[in-house]
């Protein structure tokens, strides 16, 4: 059996510990930091049965060197464009990945945009997206361009609503807040951001969501709706003939936001 643990890491940073429970060893995503995890590791006398790194930037790889000088020949995973130190399985999409003592394999799906090598993992019902769909959000488009981004947000909005979304970083309220001020009138995000400030006061993760709640609320999955439409071209003063171009007027809204 499987269970999923969040770690706290940096400011507002998830890395992701996948627990099985009979082996009592762990699979961690994206050790920006490799303390927490070691800790965790530690305290729950847990093994390293593997690394997955969803892209580069270092508040998501920058443990990697750490954690294998404290569990030697741990296979870390990611894709070869990243150019990430300690990297000993290079990947791409559609591979499946398969870990000694867990019972499910996970596939790798290329969701570049924030960075060209960008990927999640899947092994349903959970998704491991990094920085590319975030609580109610979606990530900076770095490398990238709009077009790939809104592609790539697709692809995961077309798994199963019931889909466990584990993104990297807490980021949900002030996501809804920018939401809510794009779609005033969506009582799904309204609901979503209650829950939301509960959570965060009682210092709960709001992570995972589902992918179907995301769907709901998260305007960037919305951008064919009349009602973001019509805020976006509102707030940017001109005619946006196509989804892309609403997407890439609403990304940069919410970057200055």
Known sequence: MLTIYSISAFKDNYIWAIVENTSKQAIIVDPGDASPALDFLHKNNLGLAAILITHKHSDHS??????????????????????????????????????????????????????????????APYLFCGDTLFGAGCGRVFEGTAEQMLASLKKLSSLPDETLVYC??????????????????NIDAQKRLKIAEIDRSHNKPTIPSTMLLEKKTNPFLRCKLQTIIHSVETHCHQNLPTEVDVFRELRAWKNNF
């Open 62 to 123: 920058g443990g990697v060197s750490e954690l294998i000088s404290h569990y030697p020949n741990t296979p870390v995973f990611a894709h070869a464009t990243e150019n990430i130190v300690g990297v000993t399985n290079t990947i791409a999409a559609q591979d499946i990945i398969h870990i000694n003592n867990f019972p499910c394999d996970f596939t790798v799906i290329e969701i570049p945009g924030h960075t060209l090598g960008h990927i999640a993992f899947y092994s």
């Open 168 to 185: 990297g970083h807490e980021y949900t309220v002030a996501n809804l807040q920018f939401a809510l001020h794009v779609e005033p009138n």
